[in-house]
């Protein structure tokens, strides 16, 4: 929770971008630029937010300062309905959904051929993310670095409604219904009502209605299973970094993996502190953001790396 009560009058000069998609909807891409000339070859970081995130989270706020701070062009990729507009289509976003990702991926390596790529993705973004590098081997970004992802949907979706972790279920699900409401406000003889929706009290719940029926999955289980992130790390073949905390009140020991289901190219790192996409330490007064150094630094021993 502390990036969220340090960070409140960060400002960045955005630049924003629709990038209409094959199905007639729309992603919104938020840009910052480095104060340095761009160049061809100007390294760029393209950002998955988390659940019901934007370009307007602290982290997401964080990175992109961080990123122009070392001359790189960053950029976040807004999911259906993320950006403060609605989208089109009845359906939305959810953790495993990647057409979004790789269009946006897509876009971004023709308009720039030849700047190195990098993705990051955090919590529902980064199992999204794991989802998108496991399917897509030859992907033309760089490296990736995914933080907080919920690698076990189902353990995930168990976990938040027991004790504190009910506080952030209720958080995330009333904007989730919200948001969702008003979406049916918009569409013609939408298959939920106003009311259905407001009578819903997890993220199950919303899953079973919502997410799985508009998205072709049997139901939230079947989302769970087919969407869930920790059998997919194997079968990534871009160097990854993976961050998990110990202490993430969103998951439990088996979102954690196991040496066996990591591939050889993911460094996987398991901190015993940092909370759900936090990772504060120093003090209230000289807060340390540590994600901040630290993913910047790994993509730049990336760059360094010669090519195979």
Same mark, same amino acid.
């Given at each position: ?6 960070? $409140? ?94 269009? *946006? ?53 168990? $976990? ?14 009333? $904007? ?50 087919? *969407? ?81």
């Amino acid at each position: 929770m502390l990036p969220t009560f340090l960070r $409140r009058k960060q400002k960045l000069k955005l630049t924003w971008q629709q990038l209409n998609l094959a199905d007639g909807d729309f992603v919104d891409l938020a840009w910052v630029d480095s104060p340095q000339q761009s160049s061809a070859e100007q390294p760029i970081v393209v950002l998955f937010h988390g659940l019901e995130g934007s370009v307007d989270s602290p982290y997401a706020k964080g990175m992109l300062q961080a990123s122009q701070q070392r001359g790189w062009r960053a950029v976040v990729m807004h999911f259906r309905g993320c950006s403060g507009k609605p989208n089109k289509q009845w359906r939305g976003y959810h953790s495993g959904e990647i057409g979004d990702a790789s269009a *946006c991926i897509n876009y971004l390596n023709e308009q720039f051929p030849n700047a190195p790529l990098f993705a990051l993705g955090y919590s529902l973004g980064g199992n999204m993310l794991v989802n998108y590098l496991a399917k897509t081997p030859n992907s033309p970004i760089k490296a990736a670095a995914i933080v907080s992802p919920p690698l076990d949907l189902a353990a995930c979706s168990e $976990r938040l409604q027991q004790g504190f972790s009910r506080v952030y279920q209720h958080h995330l699900l009333s $904007r989730m219904k919200r948001n969702l409401r008003h979406k049916i406000g918009l569409i013609d003889k939408a298959p939920l009502s106003e009311e259905q929706v407001k009578t819903w009290r997890n993220f199950t719940q919303f899953d079973e209605h919502y997410t799985a029926k508009a998205h072709g999955f049997a139901g939230a289980a079947d989302y769970y299973q087919r *969407c869930s992130g920790l059998a997919l790390l194997k079968d990534i073949r871009h160097p990854t970094l993976l961050i998990h905390a110990a202490d993430d009140p969103f998951m439990d020991q088996r979102v954690i993996p196991q040496g066996h289901q990591l591939s050889p190219c993911v460094d996987y790192r398991l901190s015993h502190r940092g909370g759900h996409v936090g990772f504060v330490n120093g003090s209230l007064l000289r807060p340390n953001f540590w994600l901040e150094t630290t993913i910047p630094e790994w993509f730049q021993q990336q760059l360094e790396r010669p090519a195979k």
